[in-house]
C-alpha cells in the first residue's frame, strides 16, 4: 500500500493518541463501547486535522518551487489559520481569501491567529462561501503578474493531494484498533478528511465502516464530493476504488452552517464535563451530537478533529 505523494513536510506528532471514554458513552446512552480518536493533537499551532492534510499540501508547494500559498475560507475557518502557520514553518508567504467584508482581527481568534503568523488578507465583499472559490484563481494570477509563485489551495484543503494524509491516518488507526471494529463518526465540512478516510478504509479491506456527520453541505452534495477525492486519492497510491456503498452521511447541520445548535452544545457540555474534550460549537459538537443515532449499539469511534480556537470564540459568545 505504498502511497505515490510528494515528499511529506513535517508538522503532526503522531501518532495521536486513541483513548477509551466510558464516563462519555454512558452520559450518551450508547450501547457499546466508545474510543477517541485525538487528532485535536496533532502538535501543530492548534492546527487539529488540518495539520496531517496540510504536511501533503506544503511538501508539494515546495517541490513546485512556490514561494506564496493561497487559499480561504470564511473567518472563523480553521483551515485558513493553519494554513498561515503552516506556510510561516515552511518560509512561504500566505494569501487568504475570506467570504464576505473586511472585518477586525479580533472578531473571531482564527483570524487573529492567521494575522498574527503573517498572512495578507483578502476580502471577496460577498459572504457566500462559494465567493471564495471563485477570487482565488484571480488572486493567484494576480501575485503570480507581480513575480510570485503562487500554490492555490481549495478551501478546506479538500484536494486528492490534502486528502492523503487521511489515506495515511488509517493505517495509523489500524495499527492502534489491533483487531477492533468501531463505527467511526466523524464531522464533515469540505469533505477531504473523509475522503482519505474512506480511500484507506477499503485500501484495507473494509474493516470498519465511517459515518461522515456533515456539517456544512447537503448529504447528497458531500456524497459525490468525498467519492470523487476517495477515488482520486486511491488512484494515486494505487488502491482499489472505493464504491458508492463506501460512503456513509448523516445530516449534522441543524439550524445552518456556522450555526451552534442546541444539540450541538449539549453534546459539547458532555464531552468536556465527561471526557475533557474541547469541542468547537458548528463542527466537532454537531459530529458528536448525531454519534448514538448514527452508532445505535455497537462499538463507536469518534474522530475528534480539533476546532479549539473555534471553541474558544464559542466559549465568549453571549449566552
Given at each position: 500500500m505504498a502511497v505515490t505523494a510528494p515528499a511529506r513536510t513535517s508538522l503532526a506528532v503522531l501518532p495521536t493518541p486513541l483513548v477509551p471514554a466510558p464516563r462519555l458513552a454512558d452520559a450518551l446512552g450508547l450501547g457499546g463501547s466508545l474510543l477517541v480518536k485525538r487528532d485535536d493533537l496533532t502538535g501543530f499551532a492548534v492546527a487539529g486535522n488540518k495539520a496531517r492534510q496540510l504536511e501533503f499540501l506544503i511538501a508539494e508547494a515546495i517541490d513546485q518551487e512556490a514561494d506564496v500559498l493561497v487559499t480561504g475560507g470564511t473567518v472563523g475557518s480553521n483551515f485558513v489559520s493553519a494554513a498561515a502557520a503552516a506556510a510561516a514553518f515552511a518560509g512561504l508567504g500566505c494569501a487568504l481569501v475570506l467570504a464576505g467584508e473586511a472585518v477586525d482581527r479580533s472578531t473571531h481568534p482564527n483570524l487573529a491567529a492567521a494575522?498574527?503568523?503573517?498572512?495578507?488578507?483578502?476580502?471577496?465583499?460577498?459572504?457566500?462561501?462559494?465567493s471564495v472559490d471563485d477570487m482565488l484563481p484571480k488572486v493567484a494570477a494576480?501575485?503570480?503578474?507581480?513575480?510570485?509563485?503562487?500554490?492555490?489551495?481549495?478551501?478546506?484543503?479538500?484536494?486528492?493531494?490534502?486528502?492523503?494524509g487521511y489515506r495515511l491516518a488509517v493505517d495509523e488507526v489500524v495499527r492502534q484498533l489491533a483487531g477492533r471494529n468501531p463505527t467511526v463518526v466523524i464531522a464533515v465540512?469540505?469533505?477531504?478528511?473523509?475522503?482519505?478516510?474512506?480511500?484507506?478504509?477499503?485500501?484495507?479491506?473494509?474493516?470498519?465502516?465511517?459515518?461522515?456527520a456533515s456539517v456544512s453541505r447537503s448529504v447528497g452534495e458531500v456524497e459525490?464530493?468525498?467519492?470523487?477525492?476517495?477515488?482520486?486519492?486511491?488512484?494515486?497510491?494505487?488502491?482499489?476504488?472505493?464504491?458508492?456503498?463506501?460512503?456513509?452521511?448523516?445530516?449534522?447541520r441543524?439550524?445552518?452552517h456556522g450555526v451552534q445548535s442546541a444539540a450541538g452544545d449539549a453534546a459539547a457540555a458532555l464531552a468536556l464535563r465527561?471526557?475533557?474534550?474541547?469541542?468547537?460549537?458548528?463542527?466537532?459538537?454537531?459530529?458528536?451530537?448525531?454519534?448514538?443515532?448514527?452508532v445505535p449499539d455497537g462499538p463507536a469511534l469518534f474522530w475528534h478533529t480539533g476546532g479549539l480556537l473555534d471553541a474558544v470564540a464559542g466559549f465568549l459568545r453571549p449566552q
Amino acid at each position: 500500500m505504498a502511497v505515490t505523494a510528494p515528499a511529506r513536510t513535517s508538522l503532526a506528532v503522531l501518532p495521536t493518541p486513541l483513548v477509551p471514554a466510558p464516563r462519555l458513552a454512558d452520559a450518551l446512552g450508547l450501547g457499546g463501547s466508545l474510543l477517541v480518536k485525538r487528532d485535536d493533537l496533532t502538535g501543530f499551532a492548534v492546527a487539529g486535522n488540518k495539520a496531517r492534510q496540510l504536511e501533503f499540501l506544503i511538501a508539494e508547494a515546495i517541490d513546485q518551487e512556490a514561494d506564496v500559498l493561497v487559499t480561504g475560507g470564511t473567518v472563523g475557518s480553521n483551515f485558513v489559520s493553519a494554513a498561515a502557520a503552516a506556510a510561516a514553518f515552511a518560509g512561504l508567504g500566505c494569501a487568504l481569501v475570506l467570504a464576505g467584508e473586511a472585518v477586525d482581527r479580533s472578531t473571531h481568534p482564527n483570524l487573529a491567529a492567521a494575522t498574527a503568523w503573517g498572512a495578507r488578507l483578502r476580502w471577496t465583499g460577498d459572504a457566500d462561501r462559494s465567493s471564495v472559490d471563485d477570487m482565488l484563481p484571480k488572486v493567484a494570477a494576480l501575485l503570480a503578474s507581480e513575480g510570485a509563485r503562487p500554490y492555490v489551495v481549495p478551501r478546506g484543503g479538500a484536494n486528492a493531494t490534502g486528502a492523503l494524509g487521511y489515506r495515511l491516518a488509517v493505517d495509523e488507526v489500524v495499527r492502534q484498533l489491533a483487531g477492533r471494529n468501531p463505527t467511526v463518526v466523524i464531522a464533515v465540512g469540505a469533505g477531504g478528511t473523509l475522503a482519505g478516510l474512506v480511500a484507506g478504509v477499503v485500501a484495507h479491506g473494509r474493516p470498519f465502516r465511517v459515518v461522515g456527520a456533515s456539517v456544512s453541505r447537503s448529504v447528497g452534495e458531500v456524497e459525490v464530493r468525498v467519492l470523487d477525492l476517495a477515488r482520486q486519492v486511491a488512484r494515486r497510491c494505487g488502491d482499489e476504488p472505493p464504491q458508492t456503498r463506501d460512503v456513509h452521511l448523516v445530516d449534522a447541520r441543524g439550524p445552518g452552517h456556522g450555526v451552534q445548535s442546541a444539540a450541538g452544545d449539549a453534546a459539547a457540555a458532555l464531552a468536556l464535563r465527561c471526557a475533557g474534550l474541547v469541542l468547537d460549537p458548528v463542527y466537532t459538537a454537531k459530529a458528536l451530537a448525531v454519534l448514538p443515532s448514527a452508532v445505535p449499539d455497537g462499538p463507536a469511534l469518534f474522530w475528534h478533529t480539533g476546532g479549539l480556537l473555534d471553541a474558544v470564540a464559542g466559549f465568549l459568545r453571549p449566552q
